[in-house]
């Protein structure tokens, strides 16, 4: 599929998401996990006049992307947009480089998003045979492909049943290790392969049986974990009285970290939880299948 053919991102719980940020005109937003822009577009609405827009990506064409489509909304609507590239863990250094003390929402859609997925040379999805790259972030030093190539067998498996919950990791490490005293795992389809043939699948199975190390290895990667438990650390505390920090995860890995801050930091008085947490409706997932696993959980500064 050539990029021009690539079907238009779609936002996951953005109406849910402007439901619970309560965002109102001249606030100030930022945006954690910029993608095409969907939620950032949306929020700009909700912030005229007299707003600003802090919306952080690590992936360049991300962001030249989005500032395209981005940058004539904000100007007609007399929103300040600062486009920052820089992971999300940074926040912190981030806002205080432009002046900015605190915002009045902290918002991150977190995981991969479908231009990653659906652009066949960025090496995260199996639909493409590519070279295994998986970094969201073009500068960091280590691909999968490395990863695979240098890491011993048991830490392999450690990450493939850490980040993926895959049962069998020590079964998929053991066979990259085999394949790469011949000939190390490079591309998206040999890993497919592999873990296929690792697996012994025989039977049609609703999820793909690489699907659990190809979301293991993205992880270990790009550090998302250690990543989000950054953004868990730094954003409540960056918000300003009332502010509300909103996240939206995929998996069980992302979605156990953000419940346990989130309930830890309700229990001291200072912030509450809006809600337990809130799911796509059966509507948005008919149109757009990627949001069946979607969670927003929120939580409000009240001091």
Do not use: W
């Not at 500032?67 to 250094?93: E, T």
């Not at 003390?101 to 998003?113: C, I, K, T, Y």
């Not at 953004?231 to 069980?252: C, K, M, Q, V, W």
Request: aromatic share 6%.
């Amino acid at each position: 599929m050539a990029p021009a053919e690539i079907p238009p991102h779609v936002s996951v719980l953005l109406n849910e998401s402007l439901e619970h940020l309560q965002l109102r005109p001249g606030q100030t937003v930022a945006d954690c996990t910029l993608g095409a822009g969907g939620h950032s577009a949306a929020f700009i609405e909700r912030i005229k006049p007299n707003g600003r827009l802090i919306a952080f990506d690590v992936d360049p064409e991300a962001l030249s992307i989005a500032r395209a489509r981005l940058q004539p909304l904000a100007d007609a609507a007399d929103v300040s947009l600062d486009f920052v590239q820089d992971n999300f863990r940074n926040i912190r250094g981030a806002l205080a480089a432009l002046h900015v003390n605190s915002a009045d929402a902290v918002f991150a859609d977190l995981g991969v998003s479908s231009m990653q997925f659906d652009r066949p040379h960025r090496g995260f999805s199996f639909r493409f045979d590519e070279p295994l790259d998986m970094r969201m972030d073009p500068t960091l030093p280590q691909t999968a492909a490395d990863l695979l190539r240098t890491r011993p067998e048991n830490e392999i498996a450690d990450i493939i049943y850490q980040y993926g919950e895959e049962r069998k990791s020590r079964r998929i490490a053991r066979a990259i290790v085999e394949q790469r005293r011949a000939n190390p795992v490079e591309t998206t389809g040999q890993l497919e392969e592999l873990v296929r043939r690792a697996l012994r699948v025989r039977r049609h199975e609703r999820i793909h049986p690489a699907t659990r190390t190809f979301q293991a290895l993205r992880i270990a990667v790009n550090g998302e974990l250690d990543a989000l438990q950054a953004l868990l650390s730094d954003g409540p505390e960056l918000l300003t009285p009332g502010g509300r920090i909103g996240i939206i995860t995929f998996h069980s890995l992302e979605d156990r970290l953000v419940k346990h801050a989130f309930k830890a930091l309700d229990q001291t008085g200072r912030f509450q939880q809006t809600v337990k947490f809130v799911a796509a409706s059966d509507a948005e997932i008919e149109q757009n299948p990627r949001s069946r696993s979607a969670k927003l959980r929120v939580l409000e500064r009240c001091t």
